[in-house]
């Protein structure tokens, strides 16, 4: 028993070594991605699709809100693609270097909604309810994509539902949450009347419905994807960029929800 503990410590230890470079490509690569919450349906499914279609690899995702996100890749955290709900947080990391350089680009893009729950208790048929007395909304915080998304709607509704609107909406929050999903298990939960997600957050969940924000003052979220200039096997993150934006990953994609650049 000694004698295989002492092997496969010098082996942990003396990783460069060819032997245990050897076993590692052996037992397969394991590529990290680091993907905003609201990708968590469409990359889940679209990580097991690149693994079958790539016997040997192993996709590992980190879902959190995009800010959160930068500031782990920040801090040395190790991984391989970021996919960003916000140009903001991809941009952040491109100053510092630790983007492959030119490689960010758009793949799709999402709108807003506002969600009730299924039974929708507080009677909402429109974004203005949100700014009626007693409401209960929920939003995600500010440093958030979609936080900063639904503050912008938010704004542009002003124009339509006439001053003190966006005042009143902020009276009514009862929380601001770390990320989109956050949002959505609350109003689910029926902890809130309202809450504003994007559409690829909403789209078939049972336990919520739909309020439409008009074109005219809904915000277009725009998702860039890029490998990481840390990443050991950046060959292997390009290749799982390309599956995102093949046919297969853009039909996974839209199934959620979400629309593709063109």
Same mark, same amino acid.
């Given at each position: 028993?000694?004698?295989?503990?002492?092997?496969?410590?010098?082996?942990?230890?003396?990783?460069?070594?060819?032997?245990?470079?050897?076993?590692?490509?052996?037992?397969?690569?394991?590529?990290?991605?680091?993907?905003?919450?609201?990708?968590?349906?469409?990359?889940?499914?679209?990580?097991?699709?690149?693994?079958?279609?790539?016997?040997?690899?192993?996709?590992?995702?980190?879902?959190?809100?995009?800010?959160?996100?930068?500031?782990?890749?920040?801090?040395?955290?190790?991984?391989?693609?970021?996919?960003?709900?916000?140009?903001?947080?991809?941009?952040?990391?491109?100053?510092?270097?630790?983007?492959?350089?030119?490689?960010?680009?758009?793949?799709?893009?999402?709108?807003?909604?506002?969600?009730?729950?299924?039974?929708?208790?507080? @009677?909402?048929?429109?974004?203005? /309810?949100? $700014?009626? *007395? =007693? !409401?209960?909304?929920?939003?995600? &915080?500010?440093? %958030? +994509?979609?936080?900063?998304?639904?503050?912008?709607?938010?704004?542009?509704?002003?124009?339509?539902?006439?001053?003190?609107?966006?005042?009143?909406?902020?009276?009514?929050?009862?929380?601001?949450?770390?990320?989109?999903?956050?949002? @959505?298990?609350?109003?689910?939960? /029926?902890? $809130?009347? *309202? =809450? !504003?997600?994007?559409?690829?957050? &909403?789209?078939? %969940? +049972?336990?919520?419905?739909?309020?439409?924000?008009?074109?005219?003052?809904?915000?277009?979220?725009?998702?860039?994807?890029?490998?990481?200039?840390?990443?050991?096997?950046?060959?292997?993150?390009?290749?799982?960029?390309?599956?995102?934006?093949?046919?297969?990953?853009?039909?996974?994609?839209?199934?959620?929800?979400?629309?593709?650049?063109?």
């Amino acid at each position: 028993m000694s004698v295989i503990w002492l092997t496969a410590a010098v082996c942990a230890l003396t990783a460069v070594l060819s032997g245990c470079q050897n076993q590692a490509n052996a037992d397969g690569q394991t590529l990290t991605v680091f993907a905003a919450s609201s990708l968590t349906d469409a990359f889940s499914e679209i990580g097991e699709a690149f693994e079958a279609a790539n016997p040997g690899v192993r996709v590992v995702v980190n879902f959190s809100s995009s800010h959160s996100l930068r500031t782990q890749i920040e801090e040395g955290a190790r991984a391989d693609v970021f996919a960003s709900a916000n140009q903001q947080q991809m941009d952040a990391l491109t100053t510092a270097g630790l983007v492959e350089a030119l490689q960010a680009e758009d793949f799709v893009l999402n709108r807003l909604v506002v969600i009730v729950p299924a039974d929708n208790p507080a @009677a909402l048929t429109s974004p203005e /309810g949100m $700014a009626a *007395a =007693g !409401i209960k909304v929920v939003l995600a &915080a500010e440093a %958030v +994509p979609v936080g900063e998304y639904a503050r912008e709607a938010i704004e542009k509704m002003t124009d339509a539902y006439g001053l003190g609107f966006s005042s009143r909406v902020w009276a009514n929050v009862v929380s601001f949450e770390d990320n989109v999903r956050q949002v @959505a298990a609350k109003v689910q939960l /029926g902890e $809130a009347d *309202a =809450g !504003i997600v994007y559409l690829s957050d &909403a789209a078939g %969940v +049972p336990d919520l419905a739909v309020i439409e924000i008009p074109e005219a003052w809904n915000v277009t979220a725009r998702y860039p994807i890029a490998p990481l200039a840390g990443s050991e096997q950046v060959a292997l993150a390009r290749a799982f960029i390309e599956y995102v934006r093949s046919a297969e990953g853009m039909a996974i994609l839209q199934k959620c929800g979400f629309t593709p650049v063109e």
